[in-house]
């Protein structure tokens, strides 16, 4: 699938869920990132994704903190390389891939909490890991 077909499926919750494992979601902040920026691509993506997570009949996975730190990870790591397409970007930052990628700013119990799910919660110094 294409870059556009990617993110037209993604938008329009035409993704199957097997499909939508965690490297579909970095490629989708990935694409919209590069079309809209950060700010407009993060209300985009989590509007997407909540549509997404209805769609599968599990809104209850919806993380608001998750998806914040994570595409907020993903674009720190294209403005190391803004012209990169997605391939380089696999390539380039292969920790973004893993789903332990938060845990030098979370850990489990923040994340775990009602708060860190239902809105984006900072990281605090003296309390990571």
Same mark, same amino acid.
């Given at each position: 699938?294409?870059?556009?077909?990617?993110?037209?499926?993604?938008?329009?919750?035409?993704?199957?869920?097997?499909?939508?494992?965690?490297?579909?979601?970095?490629?989708?902040?990935?694409?919209?990132?590069?079309?809209?920026?950060?700010?407009?691509?993060? +209300?985009?993506?989590?509007?997407?994704?909540?549509?997404?997570?209805?769609?599968?009949?599990? &809104?209850?996975?919806?993380?608001?903190?998750?998806?914040?730190?994570?595409? +907020?990870?993903?674009?720190?790591?294209?403005?190391?390389? &803004?012209?990169?397409?997605?391939?380089?970007?696999?390539?380039?930052?292969?920790?973004?891939?893993?789903?332990? +990628?938060?845990?030098?700013?979370?850990? &489990?119990?923040?994340?775990?909490?009602?708060?860190?799910?239902?809105?984006?919660?900072? &990281?605090?110094?003296?309390?990571?890991?």
């Amino acid at each position: 699938m294409t870059d556009k077909e990617f993110l037209h499926a993604f938008e329009t919750t035409d993704l199957s869920e097997a499909d939508f494992n965690h490297a579909a979601h970095v490629r989708a902040g990935f694409l919209l990132i590069h079309r809209h920026g950060f700010s407009r691509a993060l +209300a985009h993506y989590c509007e997407a994704l909540r549509a997404l997570t209805e769609h599968f009949g599990v &809104p209850e996975k919806y993380h608001e903190t998750i998806t914040i730190a994570y595409l +907020a990870l993903i674009n720190e790591q294209i403005s190391h390389d &803004p012209g990169g397409n997605w391939t380089a970007f696999c390539k380039a930052h292969p920790d973004v891939f893993s789903k332990e +990628a938060l845990a030098v700013f979370y850990t &489990p119990a923040q994340l775990a909490t009602p708060q860190a799910r239902a809105t984006f919660i900072l &990281p605090r110094p003296g309390q990571r890991p």
